[in-house]
């Protein structure tokens, strides 16, 4: 079955320190997001990559990078956390052999103190 | 910018009955539909997909989808407290760029 992994699956950091979050899958899909998801919005696409060394905007991508060295690996990475930032992190993969069903992580919680 | 919104925000049935949510898109070149279930605590999980007009079922669970009215339904039967859980549809155009997903139904079955 598809894979997604992310670490850490909790992280406290303070404003204005800088947090890198992972995610690795073994489903070899050229697609991979990140989402994050706070009580009344859903899911929100923060950034997403067709593949290694690609990087495009989603729909909130202000105060996030992201990076794909690798087919397996997508990290997202917050330069100057903001107690705005504080919420539920979600990465996950997808590609049309699978009809672009969408595989994803367990989760990442950070707090922004 | 695809808008999706969906209805009710939230929901109890008892066991046993049928449930119905709703999802509305704003583009009407929209091709592809999914319905994700998340239960608490738990990754989204894909529950059902469809790319034309029409209706699906498997098991418990219809889907339902007239672009022509950009809606897009998922009716559960025989309601059971483990299909308790938060239902986000989703939304995207050729499949492989972004999805949009609506804000959810938060779904409490009631022994």
């Known amino acids: 079955e598809a894979a997604v992994t992310q670490s850490p699956r909790n992280k406290v950091a303070v404003t204005g320190g800088k947090v890198t979050l992972s995610c690795n899958q073994t489903n070899n899909h050229n697609n991979m997001y990140w989402y994050r998801q706070d009580t009344g919005h859903g899911l929100r696409l923060i950034h997403y990559s067709y593949g290694a060394g690609s990087t495009e905007k989603g729909d909130i991508p202000d105060g996030y990078k992201a990076s794909r060295p690798s087919q397996e690996n997508f990290s997202l990475i917050l330069e100057l956390a903001t107690p705005s930032q504080t919420s539920v992190y979600f990465c996950?993969?997808?590609?049309?052999?699978?009809?672009?069903?969408?595989?994803f992580g367990p989760g990442t919680r950070l707090t922004v103190l | 910018q695809q808008n999706v919104q969906q209805s009710p925000e939230s929901l109890i049935v008892p066991e046993g009955a049928r449930t119905s949510l709703n999802c509305t898109f704003s583009?009407?070149?929209?091709?592809y539909f999914w319905w994700y279930r998340q239960h608490s605590g738990k990754a989204p999980k894909a529950l059902m997909?469809?790319?034309?007009?029409g209706e699906k079922e498997e098991g418990r669970f219809t889907i339902h989808l007239n672009k022509a009215s950009l809606h897009f339904s998922l009716h559960i039967r025989d309601s059971q407290p483990s299909d308790s859980a938060l239902y986000l549809c989703a939304g995207s155009h050729y499949g492989n760029e972004k999805i949009t997903f609506g804000a959810g139904t938060k779904l409490t079955i009631k022994p």
């Open positions: 583009d009407s070149a929209s091709q």
């Open positions: 996950a993969s997808g590609d049309a052999r699978d009809s672009w069903e969408q595989y």
């Open positions: 997909s469809i790319f034309s007009n």
